[in-house]
């Protein structure tokens, strides 16, 4: 094989590559313009659906992938090694994100997340170079506010993206819920993270 037919194979691989990129593109963009409201929801090709689940030990009621189990207490220690597990985690066979809870005995008050949420950054921060902080805000919701911090974080192989997020329970205890999932796919689950937590409602006590 001569010189130029290398060539010509060596470009027809480019071009063949840089299709390929173009479609995974294409079909990324029209997946970020769905709603996790919608009958039917595709994440990276999988099709999916959400639906309203309702977490009677935390009080809440959160959108999620119907597909998604609570890790048994074996695999939420392989996912978090630490001693500091969250107290539930869900997460799918077939999708690269996993959503945790952990209702804390922390004392914060509804009407002081704001300032909570600027103590919570400035400790982030001290963390040093392994956490970035990329956004700091409080939802407001009808009757009451989510404070959620966005941050990237360094792991063993890869690079994280972070949604964590505070809620004032009953007794003002402070619920910490986070969404993680690989950087590299922040153009798909970031619209998804973003639409689960505002979908978060207290359950209404039965009188």
Known sequence: MGFQDEEIIKKKKELEQQKKLRESQDRLEK?????????????????VHFQRREIPDLKISIYMPETFFLFTDDVKHLVYPGANAP??????????????????????PDD????????TA???KAVGPRVTIIEKKVLEKEDFHIGVLQFVSRAIDMMVYNFQYYISMEDDRLLIGGITFPSKYKKRFFPLAKEMIDSICKLKEEV
């Open 122 to 124: 400035d400790l982030m």
């Open 112 to 119: 002081g997340m704001k300032k909570f949420m600027d103590i």
């Open 87 to 108: 107290t539930h985690v869900f997460g799918g066979e077939n999708i690269n994100f996993q959503m945790s809870f952990h209702q804390t005995e922390h004392i914060v």
């Open 31 to 47: 997946e970020a313009e769905e709603s996790i409201y919608d009958e039917i929801v595709h994440i990276i090709g999988e099709e």
